[in-house]
């Protein structure tokens, strides 16, 4: 994509994905923290979920490889497990839970958090035309 279609939408598109990804760390944070402490009882601050949630998104820096053809969404998919993996661990730690109510709080609030990202990612796609 940023070769393809022209330095200037390969641009727009990088800046866009930086911002998505920015987005759907703190939908995940904020899910996180009020399914974990209004519906599990778990004890932790925004911040404390906001910087767990941070550090656990780490793996997710290797979507900058995202626009090789075949491997870049490979490479996502991995990237994406491997942060849901560490989300769980974050969770568990934060909110002191027990690793199954990490990993159902983690999953809950995920899916959204991913929904938004996908849905930041393809709508300016869309508009830009950088699809066709």
Do not use: H
């Not at 279609?5 to 904020?30: C, N, P, R, S």
């Not at 090789?68 to 568990?92: E, K, S, T």
């Not at 934060?94 to 929904?115: E, H, N, Q, R, Y």
């Amino acid at each position: 994509i940023l070769f393809g279609e022209g330095i200037g939408v390969g641009m727009i598109q990088l800046v866009l994905g930086i911002i998505a990804a920015f987005v759907g760390w703190v939908v995940w944070a904020y899910l996180t923290y009020f399914i974990g402490t209004s519906i599990f009882g778990g004890t932790a601050t925004p911040g404390e979920m906001l910087r767990t949630i941070g550090f656990a998104e780490s793996p997710s820096v290797l979507n900058i490889l995202s626009f090789i053809p075949f491997l870049g969404a490979i490479i996502g998919l991995v990237a994406a497990i491997w942060a849901l993996v560490c989300g769980v661990v974050a969770i568990r730690q934060a909110l002191d839970f027990s690793t199954g109510k990490a990993i159902l709080t983690a999953v809950i609030a995920f899916i959204p958090a991913a929904i938004v990202t996908v849905v930041l990612l393809i709508i300016p796609t869309l508009i830009l035309g950088a699809g066709s």
